[in-house]
């Protein structure tokens, strides 16, 4: 009996002790994206096509702003003075100031940004009657 135990518990110290064989699996490579890839120009004009529609409403307005401001790049302005101009088609000023602070709080630590934005825009913003929000004062709340 002592000789089946002492027989026993060996085989399990040396399966224990043993090394197992080794395998390395291959790398599971992924392709996410099997479709072609858009280029700037194309990015660009979707968007401006999207707030060129005559027959937008605030609310496409309003998820077309908010899908834009979710991808990591501040919008052109070409797409920004389409926005604009589908805001006055809407007679929306308030959405139109909320782009206007959306791009300056999505152009964060780069300061050059923001400015250079609003002088492409400065002459649609003179045409559309809309203000800033540094000239009607509510960036400093």
């Known amino acids: 009996m002592l000789r089946a135990v002492l027989r026993l518990s060996s085989s399990g110290v040396r399966s224990v002790v043993k090394a197992s064989p080794t395998y390395s699996a291959p790398v599971a490579?992924?392709?996410?994206?099997?479709?072609?890839?858009?280029?700037?120009?194309?990015?660009?004009?979707?968007?401006?096509?999207?707030?060129?529609?005559?027959?937008?409403?605030?609310?496409?307005?309003?998820?077309?702003?908010n899908t834009l401001i979710g991808y990591d790049?501040?919008?052109?302005?070409?797409?920004?003075?389409?926005?604009?101009?589908?805001?006055?088609?809407?007679?929306?000023?308030?959405?139109?100031?909320?782009?206007?602070?959306?791009?300056k709080d999505k152009s964060g630590p780069h300061k050059d940004i923001y400015p250079y934005l609003i002088q492409e825009l400065g002459p649609t913003l003179a045409e559309l009657g809309i203000s800033t929000p540094e000239q009607l004062g509510i960036d400093k709340l």
């Open 29 to 65: 490579s992924r392709c996410y994206s099997h479709g072609k890839v858009e280029t700037d120009e194309e990015f660009d004009a979707r968007w401006v096509t999207y707030f060129s529609k005559p027959d937008i409403d605030a609310w496409e307005l309003k998820k077309g702003m």
């Open 73 to 103: 790049l501040v919008p052109e302005a070409k797409i920004l003075d389409s926005a604009l101009r589908a805001c006055r088609r809407l007679d929306d000023l308030a959405s139109a100031i909320r782009i206007l602070e959306a791009v």
